[in-house]
């Protein structure tokens, strides 16, 4: 059995208050917000995928995450929070992902019940597969682990495909079936986040919430247990580097 200091702070921290992580794509922005104080991050898949170039619908590998989860987790001390998209695969290729996670240094994943190839959360056109075999893949991530403080993260998407009736069903699942957290992502407005309070975090389940429409007090407030930010480096980034670009001017 294999321990990971990091693991076990993020485990308290979650045990004892909330978690507010960061989104970074890169060892940089790792180092850059453990310099900032926060106690945790997030590595995003979004952000990943936009570091090769690509869109965030399925075409970064296996292989690409996970050297970026190395490469993340190499630069910091803090627990980081990792994308692991759809599990690649069926409940084989789970085991052998949530395997590779850990290998490299993730503190937590989160896995997700979109039909591969999968599409950012907050994409239309998503479809979702059933919730058994949803229930199934995370059964065997927890199974899967060397390490028990590693933290699974059922996430749903079901919210845009078939509303919040099957949402709850989801997640309730997810979390019988061995989830330390779930997280329902597509909350884009104000009164999608009030539902989701309303209909999951009232029920005392554990969630994570990815966005900010309220900032880390407010939804410690509202009850979440967890609170990622996929898009703040990358968003700084790109605004910043664009405005610098058009200030050179083209030649």
């Known amino acids: 059995m294999t321990t990971d200091p990091r693991r076990a702070a993020l485990r308290a921290q979650l045990r004892d208050g909330f978690v507010l992580a960061p989104g970074v794509y890169n060892g940089l922005f790792a180092r850059l917000v453990e310099e900032a104080g926060f106690t945790a991050m997030y590595m995003t898949g979004f952000g990943t995928a936009a570091r090769y170039g690509y869109p965030d619908t399925g075409l970064v590998t296996q292989t690409e995450m996970v050297n970026n989860v190395r490469v993340v987790c190499g630069a910091t001390s803090l627990p980081v929070i990792c994308d692991a998209d759809t599990g690649y695969g069926n409940v084989i290729n789970v085991r052998r992902t949530v395997r590779a996670w850990e290998a490299a240094g993730a503190a937590a994943l989160h896995l997700e019940d979109q039909v591969f190839p999968k599409k950012c959360g907050f994409m239309a056109g998503k479809q979702v597969i059933p919730t058994d075999e949803a229930v199934m893949k995370l059964r065997a991530a927890i199974d899967a682990r060397t390490d028990p403080d590693?933290?699974?993260?059922?996430?749903?998407?079901?919210?845009?495909?078939?509303?919040?009736?099957?949402?709850?069903?989801?997640?309730?699942?997810?979390?019988?079936?061995?989830?330390?957290?779930?997280?329902?992502?597509?909350i884009r407005r104000r009164q999608d986040l009030d539902d989701y309070v309303e209909r999951v975090v009232s029920r005392g389940l554990p969630c994570l919430y990815n966005g900010a429409l309220v900032d880390g007090a407010e939804a410690a407030a509202m009850g979440f247990k967890a609170q990622i930010l996929p898009g703040l480096a990358i968003g700084a980034v790109y605004h910043a580097t664009t405005d610098a670009l058009a200030g050179v001017g083209a030649p």
Do not use: C, E, K
């Not at 993260?153 to 845009?160: E, N, S, Y």
């Open 150 to 186: 590693l933290v699974i993260i059922g996430r749903t998407d079901a919210l845009a495909v078939n509303g919040w009736d099957d949402v709850v069903a989801r997640v309730s699942a997810f979390h019988a079936a061995g989830a330390h957290l779930v997280f329902v992502d597509g």
